[in-house]
């Protein structure tokens, strides 16, 4: 009897262990992780550095609501890779710093510092939709290189996927994640010099460009501007280039600032 | 004794293909309207994207893939590019909230000579969007399913309608105009009766709508030209 008492006591203690171990294993992990083309895009020619804090850089969203079932959600990895792979595309020189410090040794012409505000998720029992979606609200801010700052904007991301048989919950959300890591990519590349106080600070910075170019014509080699004779027509200001809509293909291949932002603005206003 | 084994072998055999050759039924309807002649010379491809911009529904991407590869089967074969890769190519233009809507938006796109190589280099003729989803419009019916000491048993009978609705829009790339749309209607039921074990008597709504727009779809462009 004494043996049999033992024997329930232990297979009562395993038990208990049985069932708190599949009670934690209730929590779901999803660490992002997907493919983010290069954009269709002329980079600008900036020379841009940017700042991940390590917040941003290993975000996980924890569910804390006990209602929801358990979530961990770690997306820091996958949005340092959109946000390098969509900067590569719209500047010609991307570079990494660990803080907004501006450096005499490596000067640069901005620095971009992204924040992440807010995460939020739906799952289709929650919604009685058959759809998985993501809500990402980005927090950016600009700095020129001095470190002030230049402007700074809310970007909002969106992405669902639907439910499919034997597509497991994880799967689910990893692809609306993909899907809303592309939308804030893809509105902050469409964007990006429709914010004011950035068109402000690159007709200003044209400008300066523009004396410095005539002061001294090595500094085009230098920094990465283009380096032909057609060099004086980027001269002309932007206002004065844009209001010439019939010219967008061929002041599409003239590698300039002027004409850069012209693309990018006649293509933005077809949105 | 020796002859009766192989005649309930062949019994069992018999209802088991007999059950998986049966499944719901399905009912599809095709409607098209054409406005023009569409050649599609040989060579020459079409994309086939899904669009995403609905609130409460997606176009599914696996219905989006089984049009494509459904277009590109048969003597009337077509060059199908996968959505995917299109898409991923052109980032950030056809995203679901940057895709052009229009035709018009379309043709200011293809300004950007970015753009339009890419268009070129995969020699597209037309451009296919799909908009629609298909759902579970009603459900009834309860199986109740018990573990005993011989073994688990289902009793019941469970039963569901599924309803897919797709319309494709086509453009042509090179007059910048949309060309036509092919819609499919398709409705069908699912039946799950148990008695022991559940017999599922599927119908595949979804992929009967795509079977049936991709073939309406093959006979839409006429024959490439080897």
Known sequence: MKIDSITITK?????????????????????????????VVEPLPLTVSVVYHPDFAHYRYIEQDEQREEKEISMGKAQVELFNTVLTGMFEHVVYSDAVTPSNDNPVDMFFYPLIDEFQYNMPVETKINMFEVWIKYHLKVFD????????????AYGKTPTAMFKSK???????????????????I????HVPEIQQWLKQHQQLSAQHIIKNPLHNVAHGMAHNTTENTALSTTNETVNTASNVDSAVSTPTLSTKLLTLSTLRSTK | MNQVFPSKYCATMFMVLLLLSVSGCTTVTIDQVKVTESDLLHGESVV??????????????????????????????????????????????????????????????????????????YNVHYIIWIDGNTEKTRSSGSISCSIS??????????????????EASI???????????????????????????????????????????????????????P
């Not at chain 1, 799967?171 to 804030?184: F, K, P, Q, T, Y």
């Not at chain 2, 688990?152 to 599924?162: E, M, Q």
């Open chain 1, 11 to 39: 297979l009562a203690q395993t038990l208990l262990i049985l069932i708190c171990s599949t009670l934690l294993g209730c929590t779901t992990r999803v660490v992002v992780n997907g493919y983010f083309p290069a954009p």
């Open chain 1, 170 to 188: 994880e799967r689910a959300l990893n692809e609306a994640m993909i899907v809303a890591l592309r939308d804030v990519g893809a509105g902050f």
């Open chain 2, 48 to 121: 086939v994207i899904g669009r995403r911009t609905g609130s409460d529904y997606e176009t599914e991407p696996e219905l989006i893939s089984c049009v494509g590869k459904n277009l590109a089967k048969g003597h009337k074969g077509i060059n199908v590019i996968p959505e995917a890769e299109f898409v991923d190519k052109l980032y950030p233009w056809f995203e679901a909230r940057t895709a052009p809507s229009h035709i018009k938006d379309l043709h200011r796109l293809l300004r950007y000579d970015k753009v339009q190589k890419i268009f070129n280099d």
């Open chain 2, 149 to 166: 000491t011989v073994g688990i048993s289902c009793f019941g009978f469970g039963t569901w309608d599924n309803q897919s609705q797709y």
């Open chain 2, 171 to 225: 453009w042509d790339y090179q007059t910048k105009l949309q060309i036509g749309k092919v819609s499919s209607f398709a409705e069908g039921t699912s039946y799950v009766p148990a008695i022991v074990i559940p017999i599922p008597l599927i119908a595949t709504v979804q992929t009967d709508a795509c079977k049936a727009m991709a073939l309406q779809l093959q006979t839409f462009f006429n024959s490439p030209q």
């Open chain 1, 145 to 156: 290189g001095q470190g002030n700052i230049i402007a700074d904007w809310i970007q909002t």
């Open chain 1, 190 to 193: 469409l964007r990006f010099n």
